[in-house]
Nanobody
């Protein structure tokens, strides 16, 4: 069973930076694809970024490309989301998620979420 725990969310001013972290535990979790999602009030959850075991990353939102960077540490089993030049529209609950590396696998494991609030 994989368990995920996010941390690092807080209130930050527009233009600032924030680093979210997700601690993962469980067998073979270092082989899993790790992702970040976010959900703003009244909106659907959206995919932000993902990274596989070798460090290859993808970003799901054009609005975060060039501002957000996903990374992972397979020794510590952590994944981070560095967020720069934050905007009020980045305000959301950010979730860490994990899925098996098999093609087509779904994100089966989720953290509890961490709130990021960007003030204008």
């Amino acid at each position: 069973q994989v368990q995920l725990a996010e941390s690092g969310g807080r209130l930050v001013q527009a233009g600032g930076s924030l680093r979210l972290s997700c601690a993962a535990s469980g067998p073979t979790v270092s082989t899993y694809v790790m992702g970040w999602f976010r959900q703003a009030p009244g909106k659907e959850r959206e995919f932000v970024a993902a990274i596989n075991w070798s460090g290859s990353s993808t970003y799901g939102l054009d609005s975060v490309k060039g501002r957000f960077v996903i990374s992972r540490d397979n020794v510590k089993n952590t994944v981070a989301l560095q967020m720069n030049s934050l905007k009020p529209e980045d305000t959301a609950v950010y979730y860490c998620a994990a899925r098996r590396p098999n093609p087509g696998a779904k994100y089966d494991y989720w953290g509890q979420g961490t709130q990021v609030t960007v003030s204008s």
